[in-house]
């Protein structure tokens, strides 16, 4: 947080009244000039372990390590993202959550409205059902390279949805 911000958090609090607690003070100001984490995608966040732990190497080293490989240098290409790998490599970093979506499987002949993938104890399997909530839970969501492990057909035919 930078001043400015500190400032406009400490009036925030204030609401007008001229007053605010030393405790609500004192932690604004503790966060004065820390360089907060910066969020990268998982592959980066990947490199940069394996760059640090792995192999001990420093920034510069990283990056040329990362301009390598095809899954990284696409990213680093971008002026932007070389600021945000130094930040991360630096300051730290938070990964990137990745996109949840939910596959409908059309089949006008189901006995069911919705017949969708759902994850159960033996894996990932097709489920049908009448409830229009199935969107919403959790056992329905997957990221797209769980989709694509066993039912890349289903990805490629466009019946991934993205989840809002």
Known sequence: MNKQEAIE????IANGTGWVTCTSACNIISQIDQPQKV???KFIADSIE?????????????MDYCDEYND??????RPENQET????WLFGYEVELEKLYTVEIPDPNSYCDYRYLSRNDNGICLDASNDTKWKQK???QFTESEIKEDF??????GFAKEVK
Do not use: I, Q
Request: net charge negative; proline share 3%; charged share 30%.
């Open 72 to 77: 990284t240098d696409e990213w680093l290409e």
């Open 85 to 88: 790998f130094a930040c991360a």
């Open 138 to 140: 959790k056992r329905n």
């Open 9 to 12: 958090k400490l009036t925030n």
């Open 39 to 41: 969020v990268v995608p």
């Open 152 to 157: 890349e057909w289903a990805w490629n035919a």
């Open 50 to 62: 394996y760059c640090k732990n792995e192999e001990g190497y420093g920034l510069l080293r990283a």
